[in-house]
């Protein structure tokens, strides 16, 4: 498991061409998109790509509603479960230059312990299953309590980034002090495409 990364390379998403990783800042001088990759690229470059949870709006029917349901305890050293962990992407198919929507949803229940960490851990995969790239954030002070949460997180795709199709494996993982090793929680996946522009 990686820790938390603070690099700007580790918060972009990364591509593979001809077998290297290239960043975001790869320009080439045959730019198809001009100034308007050059702008996006100035303002990813100062724009902030971590996940942020919120405790998420009670629809306007309470039936659908989780928190609606009484919560049973959880059973004996369990420390937190998920009962619902989703993904889903605002559109499957991006251009480069632009920012990918990814919208999760998390139902947790778990106990109050100071030292209960819960880690988010994204994987990202090429169409051949190449691990692109792993990033891990800390957002237990996010998921302070038992409840439903919501989050969308922008994904920049590069210039760089080749056509093609692209997975991104999330786990939620918990550990304590006392735990030998995290457990996993949590797991979901999607899949979307990197389109060429048009020419």
Do not use: H, W
């Given at each position: 498991?990686t820790?938390?990364?603070?690099?700007?390379?580790?918060r972009l998403?990364?591509?593979?061409a001809?077998?290297t990783?290239?960043?975001?800042?790869?320009?080439t001088?045959?730019d198809m998109?001009?100034?308007?990759?050059s702008?996006?690229?100035?303002?990813?470059?100062?724009?902030r790509?971590?996940?942020?949870y919120?405790?998420a709006?009670?629809?306007?029917?309470?039936?659908?509603?989780?928190r609606?349901?009484?919560?049973r305890?959880?059973?004996?050293g369990?420390?937190?479960?998920?009962?619902?962990?989703?993904m889903?992407?605002?559109?499957?198919?991006?251009?480069?230059?632009s920012?990918?929507?990814?919208r999760?949803?998390?139902?947790?229940?778990?106990?109050?312990?100071?030292?209960?960490v819960?880690r988010?851990?994204?994987?990202?995969y090429?169409?051949?299953?190449?691990?692109?790239?792993t990033?891990?954030?800390?957002?237990?002070?996010?998921?302070?309590t038992?409840?439903?949460y919501?989050?969308?997180?922008p994904?920049?795709?590069?210039?760089?980034?080749?056509?093609g199709?692209?997975?991104?494996?999330?786990?939620?993982?918990?550990?304590?002090?006392t735990?030998k090793?995290p457990?996993?929680?949590?797991?979901?996946?999607?899949?979307?495409?990197?389109?060429?522009?048009?020419?």
């Amino acid at each position: 498991m990686t820790g938390p990364r603070s690099t700007r390379s580790a918060r972009l998403f990364p591509a593979i061409a001809v077998g290297t990783a290239l960043a975001l800042g790869g320009c080439t001088t045959l730019d198809m998109f001009g100034d308007e990759c050059s702008r996006y690229e100035s303002r990813a470059n100062s724009a902030r790509y971590n996940t942020l949870y919120l405790p998420a709006p009670k629809p306007a029917d309470t039936r659908l509603d989780p928190r609606a349901k009484p919560e049973r305890p959880l059973p004996k050293g369990v420390v937190a479960q998920v009962a619902v962990y989703k993904m889903a992407f605002d559109g499957d198919k991006i251009k480069p230059c632009s920012d990918l929507s990814i919208r999760k949803e998390i139902v947790l229940q778990r106990i109050a312990q100071p030292d209960l960490v819960l880690r988010e851990i994204r994987e990202f995969y090429a169409q051949d299953g190449t691990l692109i790239a792993t990033n891990a954030e800390d957002i237990s002070t996010q998921l302070a309590t038992s409840g439903v949460y919501q989050a969308a997180t922008p994904l920049p795709i590069p210039r760089s980034a080749p056509p093609g199709k692209y997975r991104i494996v999330s786990r939620l993982l918990v550990e304590t002090g006392t735990m030998k090793k995290p457990a996993q929680l949590a797991k979901v996946e999607g899949v979307f495409q990197v389109i060429p522009p048009a020419p």
